[in-house]
């Protein structure tokens, strides 16, 4: 079985401030983890990806996420928030030894205050 | 240029009624999902065909039926529409088969609202 699961409903972070939203997950063997973006009334957006090598990985929009497997967390990060930056972050995880699909979040809603 | 579209993007209907939602990509993947995102913004994965050929059908209502005329298109179709089906649906797509690392391109959604 795979799950994740992202513990805040809502983040709130003044511009210009680090930011940092929240991912576990849960597989049977090793993840392929991903961070999309939804902004509002619009489809979700790829921001990136873990499959394997370097734990620190960078994407789109100056966002990087850190693998850590002892603590089985995938946290989105952003040394400096915009305003456009809020939006909902939705954490997904597949197990890579499996069929199965993409499991997603729940989704945080990350406001950036100006 | 729009990577992976749908039709309609709104859609109103009554009760009991059947409607069709339609998915293209213009991408060249071999593997298209639709996904169901309810009120509170959980997303959950619907269908996924590969090649036109369906490789995953959740727990979903045989009232929803996948039609996948060729490897660019992906409709859904809903019959006898009930009030918890409202929701927004998405519809997606990828560059290989449902194991792989690869990322999910999404279309704009289509909100569907049952009266």
């Known amino acids: 079985a795979q799950s994740v699961a992202q513990p805040e409903d809502q983040v709130n972070v003044a511009e210009g401030n680090p930011l940092t939203v929240k991912c576990t997950y849960s597989?049977?063997?090793?993840?392929?983890l991903f961070w999309y973006v939804q902004y509002p009334n619009r489809g979700l957006q790829f921001l990136l990806k873990?499959?394997?090598?370097?734990?620190l990985v960078k994407g789109s929009y100056g966002f990087e996420a850190e693998f850590n497997k002892s603590q089985t967390s995938f946290h989105l990060k952003k040394p400096s928030a915009l305003v456009s930056d809020s939006a909902l972050y939705f954490c997904a995880v597949r197990d890579r030894g499996s069929a199965r699909q993409l499991t997603f979040g729940s989704g945080t809603q990350l406001t950036v205050l100006p | 240029d729009t990577a992976v579209s749908q039709t309609p993007k709104y859609l109103v209907t009554q009760m009991g009624n059947d409607k069709s939602i339609k998915c293209e990509q213009n991408?060249?993947?071999?593997?298209m999902y639709w996904y169901k995102q309810d009120s509170k913004k959980f997303l959950k994965i619907m269908f996924s065909y590969n090649n036109k050929e369906l490789i995953i059908n959740e727990t979903v209502p045989n009232r929803f039926s996948p039609k996948s005329p060729d490897k660019a298109h992906l409709n859904l179709h809903i019959n006898s529409l009930e009030l918890g089906d409202s929701a927004v649906y998405f519809c997606?797509?990828?560059?290989?088969?449902?194991?792989?690392?690869?990322?999910?391109?999404f279309g704009p959604g289509t909100r569907l609202t049952v009266l």
């Open positions: 997606a797509s990828s560059p290989a088969g449902t194991g792989s690392h690869n990322e999910q391109f």
């Open positions: 873990y499959i394997t090598g370097d734990n």
């Open positions: 991408l060249g993947h071999d593997t």
């Open positions: 597989v049977s063997g090793n993840p392929y």
